[in-house]
């Protein structure tokens, strides 16, 4: 028994001699090392950013930071270790300048696990960790990995990162001279494909370099719509209407023609051309904006056969 209290005794002893201990190097295993000196209570690191990393020009050890040290901070063991745990590491999607993919990187934070992406070719930010440098020429996601596959989430170009498991991106249908489908539950912008049984609904592929592929470029043609005064179609007053089309679609107006009926129906309010199943002579087309007939008047042919259909 005595022998065995010796031990203990002297173990404690040891024990106490023991210094502090001290991260000796950014191994993410979070290694430490005793002091060699008992009396020692400080420890030294290179400065942490967020998403960017431990700075250089700095070491770990014991002891405090000299005073000569750049990048470097000191601060009691239990502080150190307690300031280590709390930082951890995940991996972002990495991509160049050119905004095509270049494998993943590493990331560390001790806030919030986040990824970026530049919406068009701009250069990386932190190779893909943390927040983008700006909004407006950047996206944010929250989440590991979550800056893989890019959506568009409206009409207007704001664009939502889908994350690693995207494979489509979806939009409301739309047609020249008419417009967007109106949204509706299936249909909505976004990341996801179209349901079977989804109405007015596209939907793409979404490569891993794929830059939101249910964009579309827009565009207006300003044309005239048209209304019955008396025996006649005239233009209706007012500015032309703002007519939707896709950016590379010519522009294209249309107009009654000259066997256009007062019952006559202008095929979308004016804009692009005459309908398929126009009948001969009743409509007519241009390629100016704001074109058309300024007054149409009924022929003399129209107004004939109008009469002969009351007798």
Request: aromatic share 8%; glycine share 10%.
């Amino acid at each position: 028994m005595k022998w065995l209290l010796s031990c203990f005794i002297l173990l404690a002893l040891q024990s106490g001699a023991n210094g502090i201990s001290c991260r000796a190097s950014a191994d993410t295993n979070y290694a430490v090392e005793e002091c060699a000196d008992a009396a020692e209570t400080m420890c030294h690191h290179p400065t942490f950013t967020d998403y960017v990393g431990w700075a250089a020009g700095a070491d770990w050890g014991c002891g405090a930071c000299a005073d000569d040290a750049v990048n470097c901070v000191d601060c009691a063991s239990n502080d150190c270790l307690e300031f280590f745990s709390t930082i951890v590491s995940f991996q972002c999607k990495k991509y160049t300048a050119a905004n095509e993919a270049e494998g993943t990187s590493t990331c560390l934070t001790n806030t919030e696990q986040k990824c970026n992406r530049a919406i068009g070719a701009a250069a990386p930010t932190n190779d893909g960790c943390g927040p983008g440098a700006n909004d407006a020429d950047y996206v944010t996601c929250e989440g590991a990995s979550c800056n893989e596959g890019m959506c568009n989430s409206d009409a207007e170009g704001t664009v939502t990162l889908c994350g690693a498991d995207a494979t489509k991106c979806k939009r409301p249908t739309f047609t020249d001279w008419v417009g967007w489908t109106a949204v509706n539950g299936d249909n909505a912008w976004g990341c996801g494909e179209c349901g079977e049984a989804a109405q007015g609904c596209f939907d793409c592929d979404l490569a891993d370099d794929t830059l939101n592929c249910n964009k579309l470029e827009t565009a207006t043609f300003k044309c005239y719509d048209y209304e019955v005064s008396g025996e006649k179609l005239v233009k209706k007053t007012g500015d032309a209407g703002a007519c939707p089309m896709r950016a590379d679609t010519d522009g294209k107006c249309n107009y009654p023609g000259s066997a256009a009926t007062k019952t006559y129906s202008v095929n979308n309010n004016g804009c692009g051309p005459c309908a398929d199943d126009a009948a001969a002579d009743t409509c007519e087309e241009c390629e100016e904006q704001e074109c058309g007939a300024q007054a149409t008047a009924l022929s003399v042919l129209a107004v004939l056969a109008a009469m002969f259909a009351m007798m």
